[in-house]
């Protein structure tokens, strides 16, 4: 059983930067994908970021170029990067992991099984 725990959500101005963590409990996770994804009231849960067990990253059009998406394998723990954060950036963020059924992740939420339970981002302008 791999359990997931976010953390680096807070309030942060548009412009600004924000990195955020996902511990992870045992070592399986290493051999799973991992992915960020996200949800703002009213709106479906989305894929961000997703990074395969070789490093091989994906990243939603709307944060291409601004975001990056890493692991540390040594403390299992995976992280997402968000530099020049817009108001619409705002929202509940999600790690996840799920089995790699390919050679590559990618960031659909039907995809992946453990969860966790979520860190808040606001963005002020």
């Known amino acids: 059983q791999v359990q997931l725990v976010e953390s680096g959500g807070g309030s942060v101005q548009a412009g600004g930067s924000l990195r955020l963590s996902c511990a992870a409990s045992?070592?399986?996770?290493?051999?799973?994908?991992k992915g960020w994804f996200r949800q703002a009231p009213g709106r479906e849960r989305e894929g961000v970021a997703a990074?395969?067990?070789?490093?091989?990253?994906i990243y939603t059009d709307s944060v291409k170029g601004r975001s990056t998406i890493s692991t540390d394998n040594a403390k299992s723990t995976l992280y997402l990067q968000i530099d020049s954060l817009k108001p619409e950036d705002a929202a509940m963020y999600y790690c996840?992991?799920?089995?790699?059924?390919?050679?590559?992740?990618?960031?659909?939420?039907?995809?992946?099984?453990?969860w966790g339970q979520g860190t808040q981002v606001t963005v002020s302008s």
């Open positions: 990074i395969d067990p070789d490093g091989s990253t």
């Open positions: 045992r070592y399986t996770y290493r051999s799973r994908c």
């Open positions: 996840a992991t799920g089995p790699l059924y390919g050679s590559a992740c990618l960031a659909a939420p039907y995809l992946y099984n453990v």
